[in-house]
């Protein structure tokens, strides 16, 4: 197990700098170190002179990818890349273009996202099982139908509009709660109740349908049919053996996407008005802030990396026979 | 375990529910203060005074910094006061042999002009702990490490403060930041050619940083700074090379306000910078609010500096201030306000709702997105609309120093060229596009349209017949008329176009209008626009890029016609016609005119204009300058913006200026006011919190009876 | 000629599509499994019914396709032959009222008057000027209306119904022929008597699920034939901030949506496939290396990726201004690259699930037997292991579908979505979101934005459902 995890962090490694690469690649091509030090310096009487300054400050000046006139290995640790992207291995992401430390931005966005992206994903997959359930329970009736029906309807809504709409309503015209904004501590609940709120329902839909297609799955195996035959009740049967044997695909498939929350909704954070890392990540692109986007996109692949490992971890914990190789 | 979890999520919200105001987004504890609420889109990128220039930041730096000038609150045209100067200097001229010159000499045999401030003894600096002292008069948190900087998050973790009185050093410190090479001040390279000895300051603090480690402190004690002395504790002197009237304006804004030293090297000791210890996230001045929690993320207090030197509000407006009830606080001590809560909002509708809701008190500067809020007459009357009125929301408007334009590339074989046939084109183009119905459709009626670079409330421009531009308009009835699109076609068949076909070839005209996606990039802009050149059969093509990569057309002159707007630094024509000076050249000499303008009779025009004091002369010349650039029609003159503010009720004092942003010590509130106007609009409706339990309990209603008869059947078999 | 023929790249990529559907078909029906697959989704009614709505849409969106540039109008005759520079499709002309009747400013549906009160100068009889403060009237909207009387809301009204009345009695009428011929067409194919043919069409007994399709079709006549009889003179939909007609930029939006949903599946199918396929049958380097590949890709953040792309071809875009002819060429291109970007982020998925499966495939006796044989690889996956793996590659083009039409909505308001001159429904979106806070609320474009998008992503996602249904051989089992 442990040289297993040893070396899912080794092979971590390559994809986090070919991750890296793509993202460098990708953004230097759309602005070059010129273009950032004017979009830092502003518009108005910004001179040549200026910009020099700033990239050489902030180690711009130097060659993108391979320094020909550097000595040795200087010829690949001399340029912007190596400069810019070694220091991260080590949890150092540096400077925000305009001064500001990254990692402790980062720290003190992730609150505010955790406190709108865990109850959400913890609410969102009660409601989902339950709802799953008990389309399951009364399979193939009008109920199911219908559900199902309205699982797809709910499934083609544009998220844009379950937060346009629920703000619309919830906020302006019931006046329950504030229309946007954030609190820390305990006073947040009414800030992100109704973000909540709306993350579930939009959720709804999609994950409704897919776990109900998994419980009936487990409900068409023998040992339920047994399980009947020996007469128990339908909800016993529901509850003791296909729910828990269910749960293991929704959460080994779930499992990958808990790191993830810690990156934040794009979405409602802005529209809410959460200073979470979505709204962040939203900001620095458009900013055009490279350090803060490579800094997101290294942290999201880290994530997404721990993701995959707890996944395989959850296997094995569920079920014993499955091994590492 | 439905009802469960249902109840666990109404049961807090009818809990809440009880009382009213359930959608107040400050915590209670607040409510009923004297606090002014108020929001910011963008977050404040500096706050160091050497390089805060843009608007967003000066609604904080104003209230903190207080440099030694500052515009009165409420006089028309903007008019310069003291503050914390004792009066506002007047220079005194010498030539090269340092002869003292009389005040009307003539500009070229000015070589230096010696500005002496007096500062009013006794202001005092805002309680810091860069000033906190031990017994012995050292400085108490002078040796700090990042060791003794654990468990020290924000600047209200130390424990300890001071404050000390103001002295003109400190202007003298700040005046040196502005070389300081790791600052980047962005009026470095202009103040450098004025301000005597400032440019080797420059360089020899550039040639410092290099031999330096990165981060380590430079001491700007130990450099010279020639041009400027300290005359006693309290007199600061200024040489600027040659004469530059306009350098008092500059004396106005933060970049002239005082940075004590201790500060400086209070902020350099290591490890603050990691923590966000730095002035440009907790400045420290002498005006009469200090930052006390800074969150650019969500929100930003400025609260009452306890040592505020006092002022008293104005006792003069111009005319129709003491009828608006301007005039009604005279004499009363200053800030009216005790604190100030800017809560970061980027998205417009959340805005505007809490604003609607009574939870801001009046719109900000960026009012961008509240155009989309007010209703104006399609007409270009500005009211508000009846339930705005009801609810007693007022609209302050007033025209900002700043103009918006279509420039033409002059470098473009197509559009530009100073010859009279090229000239018709860009006449033609000006008259076909129809600025007051832009005005009216996308602005709401909030501009003026444009007849020259300088608007009103600039020295220079006229209103009514003697101001409009004889090119575009004609005087109608006591109107200016725009001339109908027939001339604007007779212009264009002149230009060797008739009929957007070119006079030789037959080929269609084609031009293409550069943009940024945010400026007139939307969609039905581009739309609108594109049918006001299909007036004159030209077809246009507009390419929308980032700004980024408009900026570099501009440079390399890669563009034919460009949208783009000018806000003014200071209320003074200079600052708005050396937007088309030849020496200005943005492809030539990297400068501001991005339409490449180069004309040399207007150029001399401006040198005269530049340095005379306002008056007759000065209109006359400007007159000149207006004509050459409405015949030459570089610039398609679009509009001046007007800015605008929604207030409530219970908010005084209020009066939109552009050039000052220390605004917030002025207006006062009446909080028994606001508390029961909130409590009215904001009564929650309850209904369809129980609509919603009972439509579930429907929805679960036939599950249970499917399910009972489902167990029935079961049983029977 | 009075044209000018434009072909825009994203054009003949859909009929590029066109034909490969149709290919598909003529491969579908020599494939006995695919063939059995496609009947059963024939005969899900859900399904019918949603791929009858989305032909409908597909219609809108091929007549958007046909681009051409109008001739100049020139005033003496022999100059040479000049283009607008404005591009049109077949849509625009047929749609030209809608297009061209452009009010000053926003509108209510249906109105005759404009929404906010303006000052109107009039003179009086003895030639003074006044200035009144009322709703101006409208250029186009109900124009044909006696503009003098009083009563204009009630004889709006009256002619409103009129239209409505006389267009769903012509759709009904419509239908019921529809349903004649389809009955009888059941009924000379399956050799019975019309009434025997009528009831098996009534009770939904058909082997192809008729009744749904003729229900839909006579829903689409009765909701869609009042909409055109309104348009010709009203603004149905209301009309925007600068007067265009709400219902034109609807249709617009479809073929925007459909280009985006399907074209992206042309880059991200041969991906996928082709790498799946590889990886999982030839094992080793290549698959670790194709592994490598899409975890890493998989691995950055979907938007940040799309972000930096879109920003990247934007510049290429800009720095290349000679490309485009005209505008619509520029917005045209950025589509094309959107979907393409799209394409390079969505195909991981996919590509992971083949690969698994040919992992799978590839141990079958059979192609052991067919390798041991000597049988060229290539010959082995193309004629054995892709035909086995059609059914999840199809599931997934029709699941994506819908999820990509949303992705667009969401892109554009983060601001990396399609050309800002492009009606999208992520462009109606984001401009009418600001209108809801207008005093009085504009609702009416996000109403229509959101009705027509609706009905496109759920037909697409009942398509989906019915398409797996039929495909998933697990799924064959399980309902």
Known sequence: ?325 | MIFFRLALFIVPLLLAACGSEQNDPYPASERGGNILYSAFTERPKHLDPVQSYSEDEGVFTAQIYEPPLQYHYLKRPYTLVAASAQAVPVPRYFDAQGRELPADAASETIATSVYEISIRPGIRYQPHPAFALNRDGTARYGKLDRESLQGIETIADFPESGSRELVADDYLYEIKRLAHPRLHSPIFGMMAQRIVGLAELGETLQSEAKSLPADTWIDLDRFALKGVTVVDRHTLRIALAGKYPQFVYWLAMPFFAPVPREVDRFYAQPGMAEKNLTLDWYPVGTGPYMLTENNPNSRMVLERNPNFHGETYPCEGEPGDREAGLLADCGKALPLIDKVVFSREKESIPYWNKFLQGYYDASGIASDSFDQAVRFGAGGDVALSDEMRAKGIRLLTSVRASNFYMGFNMLDPVVGGMAPNDRKLRQALSIAIDQEEFISIFMNGRGIAAMGPLPPGIFGHLDGEAGINPVVYDWVDGQAKRKPVDVAKRLLAEAGWPNGRDAKTGEPLVIYLDTTSGGMGDKSRLDWLARQFAKLDIQLVVRSTDFNRFQEKIRKGAVQLYFLGWNADYPDPENFFFLLLGSEGKVAKMGENASNYVNPEYDKLFGQMKDLDNGPRRQALIDRMNRILQDDAPWIFCFYPKSYTLAHSWLYNRKPSDVGHNSLKYQRLDVGERERRRREWNEPVLWPLFAGALALAALLLPALFYYRRRERASART | MTILPVILWSDVLIWLLVVAALVLAALSARNPPLRTAWHRVGRSAPGMAAATVLLAFVLVGLLDSVHYRPRLASRDSGAPAAYAIEVLSLLDALASPLRTRNEKTYSEPLATHGYAKESIETRDADGRLQIARDFPRLKYGGAHLDADARDLAAQRDADVGRRVLAATSLAALLSGLLVLGCASLLASRNACSLMTAWRALRRGETDFAWRSVLVTLGVLLLLLSPLAALSVDYHVFGTDKVGQDIFYQVLKSIRTALVIGLVTTLVTLPLAIVLGLVAGYFRGWVDDLIQYLYTTLSSIPGVLLIAAAVLMMQVVIDNHPQWFATAAERADLRLLALCFILGLTSWTGLCRLLRGETLKLRELEYIQAAQAFGVADLRLIVRHILPNLMHLVIIALVMDFSSLVLAEAVLSYVGIGVDPSMISFGTMINNARMELAREPMVWWSLAAAFVFMFALVLAANLLADAVRDAFDPRMAGAS
Not at chain 1, 28 to 49: I, S, Y
Not at chain 1, 145 to 150: D, E, K, R, T, Y
Not at chain 1, 234 to 262: C, D, K, Q, S, Y
């Open chain 1, 1 to 325: 197990m442990l040289a297993y995890l040893l070396r899912r962090l080794l092979y971590a490694i390559p994809i986090l700098i070919g991750v890296n690469l793509i993202t460098f690649a990708l953004f230097f091509v759309v602005n070059t170190p010129d273009d950032m030090a004017r979009m830092q310096l502003g518009v108005k009487r910004v001179t040549p002179e200026a910009i020099e300054k700033w990239k050489a400050e902030r180690g711009y000046d130097k060659p993108l990818f391979i320094n020909s006139q550097a000595q040795g290995t200087g010829v690949f640790t001399d340029t912007v890349l190596f400069a810019k992207s070694a220091r991260m291995f080590v949890g150092d992401f540096g400077r925000a273009e305009d001064g500001r430390d990254i990692a402790r931005e980062i720290a003190s966005r992730m609150g505010p996202s955790l406190a709108i992206a865990l109850p959400t994903f913890i609410i969102g997959l009660f409601v989902t099982v339950s709802l799953a359930l008990l389309l399951a329970f009364f399979r193939a009736s009008a109920l199911d139908f219908w559900g199902v029906v309205l699982c797809v309807a709910l499934m083609s809504i544009s998220g844009l509009f379950y937060i346009i709409g629920g703000q619309y309503l919830v906020s302006k015209l019931w006046r329950l709660v504030p229309i946007s904004g954030y609190a820390a501590g305990l006073d947040a609940w009414k800030f992100v109740i109704l973000p909540v709120a709306i993350g579930v329902v939009s959720g709804i839909g999609s994950s409704a349908r897919w776990y109900r297609t998994i419980f009936l799955e487990e409900i068409a195996k023998d040992y339920v049919r047994t399980a009947r035959a020996k007469g128990l009740s339908e909800l016993t049967v529901l509850f003791r053996h296909v729910l828990r044997n269910a749960m293991i695909p929704i959460l080994t498939g779930v499992v990958v996407v808990i790191p993830l929350l810690f990156m934040g909704s794009l979405l409602s954070e802005s529209f809410f008005g959460i200073p979470g890392l979505g709204s962040y990540t939203i900001d620095a692109i458009n900013a055009q802030d490279f350090a803060v986007v490579r800094a997101m996109v290294f942290i999201g692949s880290v994530l997404y990396i721990v993701g995959l490992v707890l996944t395989d971890i959850s296997y094995t914990l569920v079920d014993p026979r499955v091994r590492f190789e």
